[in-house]
Nanobody, 127 residues
Framework: QVQLVESGGGLVQAGGSLRLSCAGS????????IGWFRQALGKGYEFVAA????????FYDDSVKSRFTISRDNVKNTVALAMNSLKPEDTAVYYC????????????????????WGQGTQVTVSS
């Protein structure tokens, strides 16, 4: 059974940093592409970043490019999202999710293409 657990959220002032972690269960984790999405109150899922199962392909939404960095450790079964220069508009619940198959710059951004999701971690950025 696939399990993804996010951690690392919290309250931070604008301009601050947070590091989110997505921990996966099982030996098969290294076979998963992982995406980060966020959902602000009253809004739908918004793509943030994604990383291929090998870590060789990485994708970002333009709104976070140069501020956020996604990385993975397939030995520890984790995917991290380092978030710097945070803005109040980054406030949301952040989710990691699994996508099987081939990931590219088009399909990485589509939430419906991800089949397992974590429970989410709240990130709040105060102005």
């Amino acid at each position: 059974q696939v399990q993804l657990v996010e951690s690392g959220g919290g309250l931070v002032q604008a301009g601050g940093s947070l590091r989110l972690s997505c921990a996966g269960s099982g030996r098969m984790f290294r076979g998963y592409n992982i995406g980060w999405f966020r959902q602000a109150l009253g809004k739908g899922y918004e793509f943030v970043a994604a990383i291929s199962k090998t870590g060789l392909s990485i994708f970002y939404d333009d709104s976070v490019k140069s501020r956020f960095t996604i990385s993975r450790d397939n030995v520890k079964n984790t995917v991290a999202l380092a978030m710097n220069s945070l803005k109040p508009e980054d406030t949301a619940v952040y989710y990691c999710a699994r996508r099987l198959g081939t990931i590219n710059s088009d399909n990485a951004k589509t939430s419906a293409m991800y089949d397992y999701w974590g429970q989410g971690t709240q990130v709040t950025v105060s102005s």
